[in-house]
């Protein structure tokens, strides 16, 4: 299924994806602020603590697609326009044909299918605009979450790297999943 059927492409069932704007600077910095797990594991350690500049500097680093060489992120906002997280393609390997992605939602929106549907988008993009082949991810073997949507999308674990990482005076071993893009279109004609 690589057909757009109907709609907007950047839309899907629950969520819309757009630009970075400066606006949203404000919400990412308090949810730095007040999210210290999801930080945790999105970046596999805790970062430092950001200041007002620095999420601006951020949102401005990458807002209207600036630097799509290195990454091209989006906002996810609801149907209803409600800003509920982010996403980005990173990692990309044109070479080769792989990427990596990232992606937050929101403390108060999670568990509700917004990062799931937002994944879908961005995956039909690299698979079918790109022409990347191959998805790859990788996270703490502690993430519960993330493990579970990599099994949900219909990603193979293809390895653990034992105490490959250190945060909060431990190491953990780390996970690594594939999904190739005809695992996607498979999973795409299931849905």
Known sequence: ?????????????????????????????????????????????????????????FVAQFAEFNNIERRIMFSIDTLDGELVGGIN??????????????????????????????????LRYAFHELRFQKYNISCMATNERMIHHAKRLGCQEEGRRRRN??????Y????????????FDALLERL
């Open 1 to 57: 299924m690589t057909a757009i059927k109907e709609g907007y492409y950047w839309q899907g069932n629950l969520v819309r994806l757009r630009p970075l704007q400066e606006k949203d600077a404000e919400l990412w910095l308090a949810e730095e602020q007040s999210d210290s797990e999801g930080v945790h594991f999105l970046n596999m350690g805790m970062d430092l603590p950001k200041s007002e500049k620095s999420a601006k500097d």
């Open 89 to 122: 393609i990173h990692s990309m390997d044109r070479k080769n044909g792989t990427f990596e992605t990232g992606s937050r939602i929101y403390t108060a929106y999670r568990g509700r299918g917004y990062g799931f549907d937002a994944k879908l988008i961005v």
């Open 165 to 170: 990482v250190y945060t909060q005076g431990e």
């Open 172 to 183: 953990q071993d780390e996970l690594y999943f594939g999904l190739t893009r005809e695992e």
